[in-house]
């Protein structure tokens, strides 16, 4: 059975730093894309970054752009998010998902796997 489970959510001030880690299992990395998404209250959930296994190629929105590092560890079955420079509008509900897909994308419906969700407070 496919689980993703994310963690490393937190309280941050602005300028801040948080490391998302996403525990993958039931199935292999390889071949898969990850993707992660957030949902701020109110907010339709947003991809924010994703990542290629096959080539580490990745694409990120532009808001987080120069921020965010998305990378992954295919012996711990890992993916990350590194996110730096928090800034309040950051505060949401983070996701990680996975997708079969070659292209990276930021189509939710694509995805076939998702986590539950890691909380991400930026705030002084």
């Known amino acids: 059975q496919a689980q993703l489970v994310e963690s490393g959510g937190g309280l941050v001030q602005p300028g801040g730093s948080l490391r998302l880690s996403c525990a993958v299992s039931?199935?292999?990395?390889?071949?898969?894309?990850f993707g992660w998404f957030r949902q701020a209250p109110g907010k339709e959930r947003e991809g924010i970054a994703c990542?290629?296994?096959?080539?580490?190629?990745?694409v990120y929105k532009a808001s987080v752009r120069g921020r965010f590092t998305v990378s992954e560890d295919n012996a711990k079955n890992t993916v990350y998010l590194q996110m730096d420079n928090l800034k309040p509008e950051d505060t949401a509900v983070y996701y990680c998902?996975?997708?079969?897909?070659?292209?990276?994308?930021?189509?939710?419906?694509?995805?076939?796997?998702w986590g539950q969700g890691t909380q991400v407070t930026v705030s002084s």
């Open positions: 998902a996975a997708t079969r897909g070659l292209l990276l994308t930021f189509q939710p419906y694509l995805y076939h796997s």
């Open positions: 039931g199935f292999t990395m390889e071949n898969h894309n």
């Open positions: 990542i290629s296994t096959s080539d580490g190629s990745t």
